[in-house]
């Protein structure tokens, strides 16, 4: 069965989930108040979209957002991805990362919160920091893992050869290691934007995480939940673009 022919199901759920939320308030089995219906929660986000709240557009905020989790997501995969690859080649380097990544990294993204607001305050550091602790391990595990998987003859052929360290790296491990790589990434941007949210709601002044602090602030359940689904729409559209790389990485280099 094709990709496409799963859209009716898809749709079929949605008209699903969203008449049992309609369906449910309008029963009365849950206030409004604690959970407004549908249509007030979308008039609720085109009203956001004409006149500011919080100081900024909806559309604003979420821009605010998506730049703070690309920084934060670019820096992790520039050093996550060489760190992961020269893991995978030199045995020395994995022995001395190992012990403090594999104790790093079960450290949850949260937890940097409190010094990335003593560090950086309100400012882009803060959250930018929360990303790559989010992101990081991913970009690390999975390049190490398809670093493992590049044939040993591949880079003994490449030595024979002449190659240095650095052209084996960019034309042989990292060419066999890419489709992990672009896997890892996936895994890595829904856990950097997962951990932004968690750091917009303490240290920003802008952005959709900040959004959702001032609609409860205000007690505006719709603002909130207005918030919650963009969050879900950005990341479903992140995971898009990644998704459509990684076929196309795999299609031409083929799975790890």
Known sequence: MKPTAYWPYSIAGLVLFFGFWQGVVSAGLVSNFVLPPPLEVLQRMLTMLDRPFAGFLLHEHVLSSFLRFFYGF??????????????????????????????????????WVPFAALWFGTGIGGPIMVIFTGAFAPCVINAYRGAQLVDRHLIEAAQ???????????????????????????????????????AELIVVSSGIGYVMVQGQS???????????????????VIDWVLRFAEARVRAKWGGA
């Open 74 to 111: 670019a820096l992790a995969a520039l050093i996550g991805i060489p760190l992961g690859l020269m893991m995978g080649r030199f045995r020395l380097l994995e022995d001395i990362v190992t012990p403090l990544f594999e104790g790093y990294r079960y450290v949850a993204p949260l937890a």
């Open 160 to 198: 024979t050869h002449g190659a240095g360290e650095f052209r084996i790296a960019r034309e042989v491990l990292l060419p066999g290691a890419l489709p992990s790589i672009v896997a890892g990434l996936r895994i890595a941007a829904g856990l950097g934007w997962q951990s932004l949210i968690g």
């Open 218 to 236: 205000n007690l505006s359940s719709s603002t909130v939940v207005s918030a919650m689904i963009v969050i879900g729409l950005v990341g479903l």
